[in-house]
């Protein structure tokens, strides 16, 4: 009885050791180098240019047609440029073209700006706190 526990033991101890010596590998499918593919791209296909006198491009330069990955995920997501309507092209009509450099102008000491009265000024120069005494205030009316 003995002998037979101490055999049945004994097989245990052996397949548990067989099981856990398949686990330490290391190597196996988890540990593989994989690509990444975010930086996978589709290539286009090859076609013949029908003027042989093209130069090659430089090494390493995007291809003139394609553009870049960007680029190309840009046009995906949102269509490209679309023509404007009636509508959107009149109103950009009457109100004029502004200047390229506006924003640079903007933020320039040198720019001239509308004063927008007490309240406004009182409410940039208040101090930063966490609200916790803040109130509002509903006019009767």
Do not use: H, W, Y
């Not at 680029?71 to 997501?77: I, S, T």
Request: aromatic share 2%.
């Amino acid at each position: 009885m003995a002998q037979m526990r101490n055999i049945r033991t004994l097989i245990v101890l052996a397949g548990a050791g067989a099981m856990l010596a398949a686990c330490g590998g290391g190597g196996g499918i988890l540990g593989r180098e994989r690509p990444d593919e975010f930086a996978v791209q589709r290539q286009a296909p090859l076609v013949v240019p029908p003027d042989f006198n093209l130069v090659p491009p430089a090494p390493g330069a995007p291809r003139p047609a394609e553009g870049t990955a960007a680029e190309q995920a840009l046009d995906a997501l949102f269509g490209g440029p679309a023509p404007r309507s009636q509508v959107e092209t009149s109103a950009l009509d009457r109100a004029g073209a502004a200047d390229p450099g506006i924003r640079s102008t903007v933020g320039d000491p040198g720019t001239n700006t509308v004063a927008k009265g007490s309240v406004t000024r009182d409410i940039v120069a208040a101090p930063e706190g966490d609200g916790q005494f803040a109130q509002a205030v509903i006019p009767a009316g």
